[in-house]
């Protein structure tokens, strides 16, 4: 039983580019929610969906991020014109019910802003 | 104040020692709560997870929760060079969907 997968592991983006984030969930889990660790930091939530909507942004940047969990394929975090503050890694996690609970996580996605 | 506070560490001990972990809290509303081990440059990987005052075991590991005193810890017996991590201690409630993580303490076990 695949884990949560995330892709690209690496990402590397030049000051005002595009970053795209995917994850796909853990099969029968259709909650997905993305974190942000900044280097010596921890974890700090950043969004919540379901299937098609966005419950929970409260974590989000309110300009550049974005994020969207379509019907078919994976979520997607995006983030326009990226500055240096957002080299980070970005994890997804993933649960089979609401609520928070039980949340596994995928191996991340390190962006790094050049 | 953080919602949630960790020891760093570094943490060192020698091969089969008992390690005790812990984090303190701040919020009530926190109803439920989860160890992660995080390897260098990896995902976290949940370890345990608890709703409920006292203690859960699994192997070397006990999660044991105090809500009366906001005190969450995590045992681990017969330690391994193989446990040698980051262990991240992570909170929610049961009004919201996210998880508060503690900074992490770092676990180093010495052959």
């Known amino acids: 039983n695949a884990g949560v997968m995330q892709n690209p592991r690496h990402l590397v983006r030049r000051r005002g580019q595009e970053a795209r984030l995917r994850c796909s969930p853990m099969k029968g889990h259709s909650h997905v929610y993305w974190y942000r660790q900044l280097p010596e930091e921890g974890l700090k939530f950043m969004v919540y969906?379901?299937?098609?909507?966005?419950?929970?942004e409260s974590g989000m940047p309110k300009e550049r991020f974005s994020a969207e969990f379509p019907k078919e394929g994976p979520s997607i975090l995006r983030i326009q014109q990226v500055v240096r503050g957002d080299s980070a890694a970005y994890f997804c996690?993933?649960?089979?019910?609401?609520?928070?609970?039980?949340?596994?996580f995928g191996p991340g996605t390190r962006l790094t802003v050049t | 104040q953080k919602e949630v506070e960790q020891d760093p560490g570094p943490l060192s001990v020698p091969e089969g020692a008992i390690v005790s972990l812990n984090c303190t809290y701040s919020?009530?509303?926190?109803?439920?709560f989860m160890w992660y081990r995080q390897y260098s440059r990896k995902g976290p990987e949940l370890l345990m997870y608890?709703?409920?005052?006292g203690n859960k075991e699994d192997g070397r590991f006990t999660a044991q929760v105090d809500k009366s005193s906001k005190y969450i810890s995590l045992f681990i017996r017969d330690s391994q060079p193989s446990d040698s991590a980051t262990y991240l201690c992570a909170m929610g409630s049961n009004a919201g969907n996210m998880l508060t993580f503690g900074g992490g303490t770092r676990l180093m076990v010495k052959p």
């Open positions: 969906l379901q299937k098609e909507n966005i419950i929970d």
């Open positions: 996690a993933s649960s089979p019910r609401a609520g928070g609970q039980e949340q596994y």
């Open positions: 608890t709703y409920s005052s």
């Open positions: 919020n009530s509303a926190f109803q439920y």
